[in-house]
């Protein structure tokens, strides 16, 4: 059932957001870490090509940044994250330009010492036979790092000293592996595998083992979750030692909830591991796993914090004893302005994490856990005032199935109206969630009139192991019909009109619009950033860590080819007949550029208006802000085109809408032949 309409605002619209301060206003911030009261984060920088640079503050001081001129960044399973660690004054990161491991050596807090210069610790990686590190730990006692190493095509549990070396082997698990995690005494190491054709958040298991006298692991056994051979379907997320105790996210129940294993380093050999639920709850502590250093629970040395999503939102709270001292835990939530948080971590009596509202963007939160206190550092200024903002309505429609489905709708500024164009975004991953912290791209849309609705989907995370169950066998089919369901919805409220529906969405959510585009004239238009166009070709590809993906998203390859093929844009592309702009990076390796090339031939031969952007030394996710910028002005002034809105309703500045020649792109010709950069289109339509 569609949520009521909202009474329309008369407020006057405010002036629209420049693109260009969309982008410079959006470094991202990454796996805050607390170590010895320091305050240690990741920025990756749209303004200097996506460099990623790490940073330190220490109290009273400014944040002084520890790396200039690298780019951390680990290329393990292509999406990487966890590319630095940190304990005492060391400091092991992954540098981009070799691949290899640095270590850097801090001086004491307080001291004016210059910075030292970081020291190599692994050889640069030979070009015939790449690897990459990833998501490590700092052993003191054995004064190594411990981390995940990519290479011949498999993960592997390794140690590398700090006074530099090879990789030496600790652990070679069936297929990956990551999350490691060393326990108070140093004594055991606890970590997740998984193995294809699953998915981290589908079947994972948590794995324990204990050091010897020579540092290498002995007792390895697995203590929960579930693989292949279970007849249960079980994920395992981030293990953590609170204590003696080993805590992890386990969704056996339904939902990712918490779980103990008590004086877990005790556990003696052969014993059964007898977990504890500490905190039932129709709640999610997780997040898909998609890369390293994802953490959203956190031990301060005297209590247990964790961020939980129930129905979309995010909240911070700490877990308190009952009143009898019996578990469960009772859920105390903390009074903060925050509903999107990520990256926990904490030390001390004090926590940091990534946070936003809706009227806040992201930035580091630090908080005092046991007074209460807090300060949030964005990492930027807002460039909106508070009343120009528009905030995030709770939707709740009737999707796929006739099940109640989620998404946040923002009203364009003015208020929403029968006439006001819509735009639909769909998460990517599929496996990921619409969030609600201050998105300056949605508010760069509805700054110019444009409502935006982003879609909860079925198969979307945050709402329980059911709800992101919706899309297994279905996709194209259950993100689609949830999707334009929420667009009729608004139309039906009077809140858009059924004549001015665009769509835009990156990676998998590019093939949602595209599978729209296909099978339903609910979309007049569609935007779409390195999206999967030929599923047959995905499945027989070479990336590794999402090679069996499509078996549970569609069915297994090659048994289900015929659904492959026609579940396929390109091989329906003869269905599509609304206006496409298509935006590729020729480096990626995740969905090959050719994806979005050979559809734009297609749709171009058959006389549908398309554009195909590319964009050299850009992967899979466009870290450079002036390609970036360039994206959202292209897609806007596509939309504006082709949907023959007003010039007074949706002019950003005042270039001819049609004035797309300037633009730093690649277009291929009916024949596939590149066109020169100042030639127009030419298109037909």
Same mark, same amino acid.
């Given at each position: 059932?569609?949520?009521?309409p909202?009474?329309?605002?008369?407020?006057?619209v405010?002036?629209?957001?420049?693109?260009?301060? +969309?982008?410079?206003?959006?470094?991202?911030?990454?796996?805050?870490?607390?170590?010895?009261g320091?305050?240690?984060?990741l920025?990756?920088?749209?303004?200097?090509?996506?460099?990623t640079?790490?940073?330190?503050?220490?109290?009273?001081?400014?944040?002084?940044?520890?790396? %200039?001129?690298?780019?951390l960044?680990?290329?393990?399973?292509?999406?990487?994250?966890g590319?630095?660690? +940190?304990?005492?004054?060391?400091?092991?990161f992954?540098?981009?330009?070799?691949?290899?491991?640095?270590?850097?050596?801090?001086?004491?807090a307080?001291?004016?010492?210059?910075?030292?210069?970081?020291?190599?610790?692994?050889?640069?990686?030979?070009?015939?036979?790449?690897?990459?590190?990833?998501d490590?730990?700092?052993?003191?006692?054995?004064?190594?790092?411990?981390?995940?190493?990519e290479?011949h095509?498999?993960?592997?549990?390794?140690?590398?000293?700090?006074?530099?070396?090879?990789?030496?082997?600790?652990?070679?698990?069936?297929?990956?592996?990551?999350?490691?995690?060393?326990?108070?005494?140093?004594?055991?190491?606890?970590?997740?595998?998984?193995?294809?054709?699953?998915?981290?958040?589908?079947?994972?298991?948590?794995w324990?083992?204990?050091?010897?006298?020579?540092?290498?692991?002995?007792?390895v056994?697995?203590?929960?979750? *579930?693989?292949a051979?279970?007849?249960?379907?079980?994920?395992?997320?981030?293990?953590?030692?609170a204590?003696?105790?080993l805590?992890?996210?386990?969704?056996? *129940?339904?939902?990712w909830?918490?779980?103990?294993?008590?004086?877990?380093?005790?556990?003696?050999?052969?014993?059964?591991?007898?977990?504890?639920? &500490?905190?039932?709850?129709?709640?999610?502590?997780?997040? %898909?796993?998609?890369?390293?250093?994802?953490?959203?629970t956190?031990?301060?040395?005297?209590q247990?914090l964790?961020a939980?999503?129930?129905?979309?939102?995010?909240?911070?709270?700490? /877990?308190?004893?009952?009143?009898?001292?019996?578990?469960?835990l009772?859920?105390?939530?903390?009074?903060? %302005?925050?509903?999107?948080?990520?990256? &926990?971590?904490?030390e001390? #009596?004090?926590?940091?994490?990534? @946070?936003?509202a809706?009227?806040?963007?992201?930035?580091?939160?630090? &908080?005092?856990?046991?007074?209460g206190q807090?300060?949030?550092?964005?990492?930027?200024?807002?460039? /909106?005032?508070p009343?120009a903002?528009?905030?995030?309505q709770?939707l709740?429609?009737?999707? $796929?199935?006739?099940?109640?489905?989620?998404?946040?709708?923002? %009203?364009p500024?003015?208020? *929403?109206?029968?006439?006001?164009?819509?735009?639909?975004?769909?998460?990517?991953?599929?496996?990921?969630?619409?969030?609600?912290?201050?998105?300056?791209t949605?508010?760069f849309?509805?700054?110019?009139?444009w409502?935006?609705?982003?879609?909860?989907?079925?198969?979307?995370?945050?709402?329980?192991?059911?709800?992101?169950?919706?899309?297994?066998?279905?996709?194209?089919? +259950?993100?689609?019909?949830?999707?334009?369901?929420?667009?009729?919805?608004?139309?039906?409220?009077?809140?858009?009109?059924?004549?001015?529906?665009?769509?835009?969405?990156?990676s998998a959510? #590019?093939?949602?619009?595209l599978?729209?585009?296909?099978?339903?004239?609910?979309?007049?238009? #569609?935007?779409?950033?390195?999206?999967?166009?030929?599923?047959a070709?995905?499945?027989?590809g070479?990336h590794?860590?999402?090679?069996r993906?499509?078996?549970?998203?569609?069915?297994?390859w090659?048994?289900?080819?015929?659904?492959?093929?026609?579940r396929?844009?390109?091989?329906?592309?003869?269905?599509?007949?609304?206006?496409?702009?298509?935006?590729?990076?020729?480096?990626?390796?995740? +969905?090959?550029?050719?994806? *979005?090339?050979?559809?734009a031939?297609?749709?171009?031969?058959?006389?549908?208006?398309?554009?195909?952007?590319?964009?050299?030394?850009? #992967? $899979?996710?466009?870290?450079?802000?002036?390609?970036?910028?360039?994206?959202?002005?292209a897609?806007e002034?596509?939309?504006? $085109?082709?949907?023959?809105m007003?010039? @007074?309703?949706m002019?950003?500045?005042?270039?001819?809408?049609?004035? /797309?020649?300037? /633009?730093?792109?690649?277009? &291929?010709?009916?024949?596939g032949?590149?066109?020169?950069?100042?030639?127009?289109?030419g298109?037909?339509?």
């Amino acid at each position: 059932m569609p949520t009521p309409p909202q009474t329309a605002t008369t407020t006057p619209v405010p002036t629209p957001l420049a693109a260009a301060l +969309v982008v410079a206003a959006s470094p991202a911030l990454r796996e805050p870490r607390l170590a010895g009261g320091r305050l240690f984060w990741l920025e990756q920088r749209p303004g200097e090509q996506g460099r990623t640079t790490l940073l330190m503050q220490a109290a009273g001081a400014p944040p002084q940044e520890l790396t %200039p001129g690298r780019n951390l960044r680990s290329r393990v399973h292509d999406y990487g994250g966890g590319c630095y660690a +940190v304990a005492g004054p060391t400091v092991v990161f992954s540098d981009d330009s070799d691949r290899g491991l640095w270590r850097l050596e801090l001086s004491a807090a307080g001291s004016a010492a210059p910075l030292a210069e970081p020291q190599r610790l692994t050889p640069p990686a030979d070009p015939q036979q790449p690897r990459a590190f990833a998501d490590g730990l700092i052993d003191p006692q054995r004064s190594r790092w411990i981390g995940v190493i990519e290479q011949h095509g498999r993960d592997q549990l390794v140690s590398v000293p700090l006074t530099g070396g090879e990789p030496q082997p600790l652990h070679t698990p069936a297929d990956f592996i990551g999350y490691a995690v060393l326990s108070p005494s140093g004594s055991h190491l606890a970590w997740v595998e998984w193995q294809q054709p699953f998915m981290p958040w589908e079947r994972s298991q948590l794995w324990l083992g204990r050091f010897d006298p020579a540092g290498q692991l002995e007792g390895v056994r697995c203590l929960a979750g *579930s693989d292949a051979t279970a007849a249960e379907a079980i994920s395992i997320f981030q293990p953590l030692w609170a204590g003696p105790d080993l805590v992890v996210a386990n969704d056996r *129940s339904g939902w990712w909830n918490l779980e103990r294993l008590d004086q877990a380093e005790t556990l003696a050999a052969g014993a059964e591991a007898q977990w504890q639920p &500490l905190l039932p709850m129709a709640a999610e502590f997780a997040m %898909p796993q998609w890369i390293y250093g994802m953490r959203t629970t956190a031990w301060d040395g005297q209590q247990l914090l964790a961020a939980a999503c129930r129905n979309g939102y995010w909240e911070l709270g700490r /877990l308190t004893p009952s009143a009898t001292g019996e578990l469960p835990l009772l859920w105390q939530p903390l009074a903060l %302005p925050f509903n999107d948080l990520a990256a &926990l971590d904490a030390e001390a #009596g004090r926590l940091v994490a990534v @946070a936003a509202a809706p009227d806040h963007g992201s930035g580091l939160l630090d &908080l005092n856990t046991a007074s209460g206190q807090w300060r949030h550092q964005p990492v930027a200024a807002d460039p /909106l005032e508070p009343a120009a903002i528009s905030q995030p309505q709770d939707l709740w429609f009737e999707g $796929h199935g006739g099940l109640p489905t989620q998404a946040w709708y923002y %009203p364009p500024a003015g208020g *929403s109206h029968p006439e006001a164009p819509l735009l639909v975004k769909a998460h990517s991953g599929p496996t990921a969630m619409a969030r609600t912290g201050l998105n300056l791209t949605i508010q760069f849309w509805t700054s110019r009139g444009w409502g935006v609705v982003d879609v909860n989907y079925g198969g979307s995370t945050g709402f329980g192991r059911a709800y992101r169950e919706r899309l297994n066998g279905q996709w194209g089919v +259950v993100d689609v019909a949830d999707c334009t369901a929420a667009a009729r919805a608004l139309v039906a409220a009077g809140q858009a009109s059924a004549e001015r529906i665009a769509m835009e969405g990156g990676s998998a959510a #590019g093939f949602t619009v595209l599978a729209a585009l296909c099978h339903d004239d609910t979309i007049r238009a #569609g935007a779409c950033r390195y999206p999967v166009t030929d599923l047959a070709a995905l499945a027989g590809g070479d990336h590794r860590f999402e090679a069996r993906y499509f078996d549970g998203l569609i069915g297994v390859w090659p048994a289900a080819k015929a659904t492959y093929e026609a579940r396929s844009p390109l091989h329906q592309a003869e269905r599509i007949r609304c206006p496409v702009i298509l935006f590729h990076g020729l480096d990626d390796r995740v +969905v090959p550029p050719e994806q *979005s090339e050979r559809l734009a031939l297609a749709l171009r031969q058959q006389g549908v208006a398309v554009q195909l952007h590319r964009f050299p030394g850009e #992967g $899979h996710g466009f870290r450079s802000g002036a390609v970036q910028q360039q994206v959202l002005e292209a897609s806007e002034a596509f939309f504006r $085109h082709h949907l023959l809105m007003e010039q @007074a309703l949706m002019e950003p500045d005042q270039r001819d809408p049609g004035q /797309l020649n300037d /633009l730093p792109d690649d277009r &291929l010709g009916l024949d596939g032949s590149r066109l020169r950069r100042s030639q127009r289109d030419g298109l037909p339509g």
